[in-house]
Every structure is written in structure tokens, then in C-alpha cells.
């Protein structure tokens, strides 16, 4: 019986794995096709829905920390994709717009992992979802990680800054 245990538990990290694994090679066919992370693009999407946007408005729509979008559009900006423009009215107030390289990396529509696991989400029935939802919180308690504040990406890049994730190892439960 115990080595029926041990085969459930390995065919449960090998699916863990190979979710790993598809996120890592997805980020890496991003960059290597666009030359642009995952988190990027998702900043990119939003930016160019709109004329220009906050960075803080920005930050809430993509579920990421203000920091995390400030580093990020510092390399968009030197990379050339989007531009900061200084509000007129009110100095402090910094938007973001999308160039034209923006615009010519959408007409290729790289599609980011969570759009096509969302759409496959979507088709499932809703008793499903909640199944899938608490399995997986489940096992992210098994982890240790129900605690981790990250966004809802799929990306190899890590988005969490290293004080969130030491906040975390402080918050963690001991074992029993």
C-alpha cells in the first residue's frame, strides 16, 4: 500500500513539473520570438488599450506591485517600446503610452500563456473550476506558498521582490 502512496505522490510531482516546465518554455519562446518576457507583453497589452495610463493605475490592472512596474517599464522604455510623458496639470503624475514598435509587436499578437489557459478555463463547468481552484490552493499549502503575493501570470520571470518573499519565509507555519 505505501508504494501505492509513493506512485500517486511522484505522478503528482511530474504534473507539477511539467507545468513548471511549459511556463518556463513559454517565457522562453517569448523572449526568443519577441525578444520580450511575459510580464512585459501583459504590460504592453494594457498600455495599448488606451491612449496613455498611470503607472499605478497600470500597476492594479496587471496585479503587480508599483516597484515591479517601474523596473519593468524601465526596460520598456530603453528598449524603445514605451514612452513616459510628465502630466501638464499635475508635475507628479507620470503616464505611459505605447510607440509604434508597441504597436508592430501586437500586429503579431504574441499570445501569453494565461489568455489560452484562461479561454480553456472557460469552457470547463463551474463545479470543475472550484475543483481545480481548491485543489490547487490546497497544494500550494502543501508548499508553503499560500502566502507568496505574486500576480496572476504564467512566466519564468520572477515577478515577487525579494522582500515579499523574505516577508513570506518569516510568516511561514512551523512544522509539527
Not at 504592453?44 to 500597476?59: A, Q, R
Request: include cysteine.
Amino acid at each position: 500500500m505505501p508504494n501505492k502512496h509513493l506512485q500517486m505522490a511522484d505522478e503528482i510531482l511530474i504534473a507539477l513539473r511539467q507545468i513548471t516546465r511549459a511556463i518556463d518554455l513559454h517565457s522562453k519562446q517569448l523572449v526568443q520570438k519577441y525578444g520580450l518576457t511575459g510580464p512585459q507583453i501583459l504590460l504592453l497589452k494594457e498600455i495599448s488599450k488606451v491612449d496613455k495610463i498611470s503607472s499605478g493605475v497600470l500597476s492594479r490592472k496587471a496585479s503587480l506591485s508599483q516597484a515591479t512596474v517601474t523596473s519593468i517599464l524601465d526596460r520598456l522604455e530603453k528598449s524603445g517600446y514605451v514612452r513616459r510623458i510628465r502630466c501638464q496639470d499635475d508635475k507628479r503624475v507620470v503616464y505611459v503610452e505605447a510607440t509604434e514598435l508597441t504597436h508592430k509587436v501586437f500586429d503579431n499578437s504574441p499570445p501569453l500563456l494565461q489568455e489560452t489557459f484562461t479561454q480553456q478555463l472557460e469552457t470547463l463547468q463551474p463545479w470543475e473550476k472550484t475543483t481545480i481552484l481548491s485543489t490547487l490552493q490546497r497544494v500550494a499549502g502543501m508548499m508553503e506558498a499560500e502566502t507568496m503575493n505574486v500576480a496572476p501570470i504564467l512566466s519564468g520571470e520572477e515577478l515577487v521582490q525579494s522582500d515579499t518573499i523574505n516577508k513570506a519565509k518569516i510568516r511561514k507555519k512551523p512544522k509539527a
